[in-house]
């Protein structure tokens, strides 16, 4: 049946061996079914696998350096060549070395001298288990990036949902414009400057780090739930209104635990997201809001966003204010270091504030000639 395949799409195999009438001999007998390559060295079929890598070889043992184990060796330690399946040809056939041949990665051993029937019935044997091989190889590897392709869609739709909730709560303040751009970039700027530090490293790691930037949108997400008449106050808001502006805090924790509540599970994106929520109003010495945490009480994730948080605002014209320079931000947030804020982590800003400085210009709400001063 392998005589109708046209030459150009039959199986190859490639057939080393130094001496020049077994070359023939194989080669006459695989002609009529397969495309034959052969080879009178180690070394020559080193190089033709490399460049054009047959469907399977048939190895000679003994050759001259490089023998036929060596080859095989080299064959299997590289990724171009490594699942060629290699049956070796030999008049050694001792229990002994069909052990080397077969922990070198050989799939066979045919001794010779060669009996023609049997020759091409292992090669059609492994020649066909190769393209089932071949098969589940290339399933695998479509399974894998299919999987990959499915789980980033999953993370794009939820990186969306959350930017767009987010959105809702700043899109009723037309003065915030990409705050929560600018604030989940400090973040992160901030929370990996404190990967050296030895007492917040073990806190921290890449992944946290990702969920921490993903999470911090939603910091402000419960002022949906604020009436505008105080949101948008360009004045001083009266006590009882500073009251209802600091439910926020609480009605942003809850909607994120509704949510996770009907997930049905704990979600670590959405831990740190209530805390974030919750906590990034709480300061250092205790006065904050809304439960008057203090020091490390107050969850890292909330002193993180509290800094990037205070420095955005200061930098941004809200209704009841104008916009403060670079320089006059980062002097407020300094004079806020333990009081306002961890102390650890003003140092984390005082040493990075140029990038801060740049992030600030890369999402900008006002034109070129408006962006903070500095640097």
């Known amino acids: 049946m392998n005589d109708f395949i046209p030459a150009a799409v039959r199986p190859s195999v490639l057939v080393v061996d130094d001496t020049p009438q077994n070359l023939q001999l194989i080669s006459d007998l695989l002609a009529p079914r397969y495309r034959v390559r052969v080879a009178p060295s180690g070394d020559r079929a080193l190089q033709i696998a490399q460049a054009t890598p047959p469907d399977l070889i048939l190895l000679d043992v003994l050759m001259p350096e490089p023998d036929g184990y060596e080859v095989c060796r080299r064959l299997k330690a590289h990724a171009r060549t490594r699942d060629i399946p290699v049956i070796f040809l030999t008049s050694r056939h001792d229990m002994e070395n069909e052990a080397l041949g077969f922990s070198l990665g050989a799939v066979d051993y045919i001794a010779k001298p060669v009996v023609p029937p049997l020759l091409l019935a292992r090669v059609h044997t492994h020649l066909t288990l190769k393209v089932a091989s071949d098969f589940l190889r ?41 705050h929560i751009l600018r604030t989940q970039r400090y973040v992160r700027l901030l929370a990996t400057a404190l990967l050296s530090h030895p007492d917040y490293a073990p806190q921290l790691d890449e992944q946290t780090i990702e969920w921490l930037y993903k999470s911090a949108p939603l910091h402000d997400v419960g002022k949906v739930g604020i009436p505008d008449a105080i949101l948008l106050k360009p004045g001083k808001l009266t006590p009882n209104e500073f009251e209802i502006m600091k439910t926020h805090t609480t009605l942003g924790r809850d909607a994120i635990a509704m949510a996770e509540q009907r997930l049905g599970k704990t979600v670590p994106f959405l831990r740190l997201a209530k805390e974030i929520a919750y906590s990034h109003q709480e300061k250092w010495d205790g006065s904050g809001y809304p439960q008057g945490l203090a020091g490390d009480a107050i969850p890292l994730s909330a002193r993180l966003m509290a800094v990037a948080d205070v420095y955005d605002a200061l ?53 070129e000639g408006a962006l903070p001063q500095g640097g």
């Open 138 to 178: 290339d399933k695998s590897s479509y399974l894998e990036q299919e999987v990959e392709r499915r789980t980033q869609e999953v993370r794009d739709v939820r990186d969306v949902t959350v930017l767009a909730l987010a959105s809702l709560a700043e899109a009723r303040d037309n003065d915030t414009g990409n």
């Open 315 to 367: 930098i941004t014209r809200r209704v009841y204010k104008e916009a403060m320079t670079h320089e006059e931000a980062v002097g407020i947030v300094a004079a806020g270091r333990g009081s306002h804020f961890d102390p650890a982590l003003v140092d984390a800003f005082l040493a990075k504030e140029a990038e801060f400085l740049a992030i600030a210009r890369a999402f900008a709400d006002e034109p």
